[in-house]
């Protein structure tokens, strides 16, 4: 049988543990319950198991018959601090946190990869790290796997490509994959501002040092700055997604915040923007004669994917679904991901794959991250199988993939 035939025999068995990490969802590094299942579904498989020492991640190692390369897949388990409102029976039990972002399906498929890989393993020219990560939603746990050695979870044979994948709840239709040469996804850092002037009441101004006009300014400043300090073809976006300032409206309060994300896609443009945006606001606040704090918070890089293994990813794709089933990408996508991490290290690719519900438009379903997001289980097996061919494909295809 072929590796995608073998995945539907156990896509009921990935559909119950998707069901079980979906409805015991954990936040953050810390995931021990997410682990357990890890291991417990892993079991009997011929896998050289280690644990994190610094977070609940999950190594295993399968040996190949051959001295080709090493190949790295990665699945990410943690879910968001968010309220369910999927109505799905097998909604998580846990109040304020879901797998809003699909990590549920890429550490179930992960685990049907493993199973395909046992089942072929006499294909296998080369060793396969299985890498279930933690704390991918702003706790950085790639590179906390990454410090721990997980490229060197081999041994000797150091990984020579990796994959990662991830599932979208809206825009792509379910089924369809999407790769995109150089960068696939953007860089996201974030600024905080904390502004100090002196109260007072609204009614005389002239008394007061007024922290909302200057953070007000600073907020509508930041959008100029963007359009007069960068090049329209590598393109950044700020997005003020906080802001406070005072209790009552007639009273000036002492201090305003506000926090917003950065996105890049170059590391150029994020240089420039880390360097630029606390000049532009402590010129704001210097001519409002109030204080200023700034604190820009280095988040993700960009997730850039080697041409050639994203090729290769796509070429696996196209001869194991179709060419139908593919699509490149035009534009990167705005999300971020610290994958970008694994690829800052070693070559690789980075695959997108529509999970959309059936029956629902995907340019009308909730986003990622929404407490309305679904994903569809049918899209399991796919995911298993396209983890499985790359590393069966990767292994015999020598040191450099294309």
Not at 23 to 37: A, N, S, V, Y
Request: net charge negative; aromatic share 4%.
């Amino acid at each position: 049988m072929s590796v995608h035939e073998d995945a539907r025999e156990i896509h009921g068995d990935l559909v119950a543990l998707r069901h079980a990490l979906h409805t015991d969802p954990e936040i953050g590094l810390e995931l021990p319950r997410t682990q357990e299942k890890v291991v417990e579904a892993l079991d009997g498989l011929p896998l050289e198991l280690t644990t994190g020492s610094r977070t609940t991640s999950v190594t295993g190692v399968l040996r190949g018959d051959g001295d080709g390369p090493t190949v790295l897949l990665r699945g990410d388990m943690d879910a968001l601090p968010v309220q369910e409102k999927t109505g799905v029976e097998f909604s998580s039990r846990t109040d304020g946190t879901m797998h809003a972002c699909g990590h549920d399906l890429h550490t179930a498929m992960l685990v049907g990869a493993a199973r395909l890989l046992g089942q072929h393993r006499d294909r296998l020219n080369g060793d396969v790290v299985l890498m279930f990560q933690p704390g991918e939603e702003g706790w950085d746990g790639a590179q906390v796997m990454l410090d721990e050695g997980v490229l060197d979870a081999a041994g000797s044979k150091s990984v020579d490509a990796a994959y990662g994948m991830h599932v979208f709840s809206s825009q792509i239709p379910r089924g369809r994959f999407v790769t995109r040469p150089g960068t696939m996804l953007a860089a996201s850092d974030e600024i905080h501002v904390t502004v100090h002037g002196s109260g007072g009441h609204g009614s005389a101004p002239q008394h007061a040092r007024d922290p909302v006009t200057a953070i007000s300014e600073m907020v509508t400043s930041l959008q100029t700055m963007i359009t007069r300090r960068f090049d329209a073809f590598d393109p950044v976006v700020i997005s003020v997604g906080s802001l406070h300032a005072g209790a009552a409206a007639n009273v000036i309060p002492e201090t305003a915040t506000f926090a917003a994300t950065v996105r890049t896609f170059s590391e150029t443009a994020r240089e420039r923007v880390r360097e630029s945006t606390p000049a532009v606001l402590k010129g704001i606040a210097a001519a409002h004669g109030v204080e200023i704090e700034v604190d820009y918070v280095p988040g993700y890089p960009p997730t850039v994917g080697d041409v050639d293994e994203t090729a290769f990813a796509a070429e696996t794709i196209t001869e194991t679904f179709g060419p139908d089933r593919h699509e490149t990408l035009t534009n990167p996508l705005t999300g971020s991901e610290d994958f970008s991490r694994v690829l800052n290290a070693v070559p690789g690719g980075f695959v997108g794959l529509g999970a959309v519900p059936d029956g629902i438009d995907p340019t009308r379903a909730p986003y990622n991250h929404s407490p309305k997001a679904r994903y569809d289980d049918a899209v399991l097996t796919d995911g298993a199988t396209l983890y499985a061919e790359l590393a069966l494909g990767r292994t015999r295809a020598g040191v450099n993939a294309g």
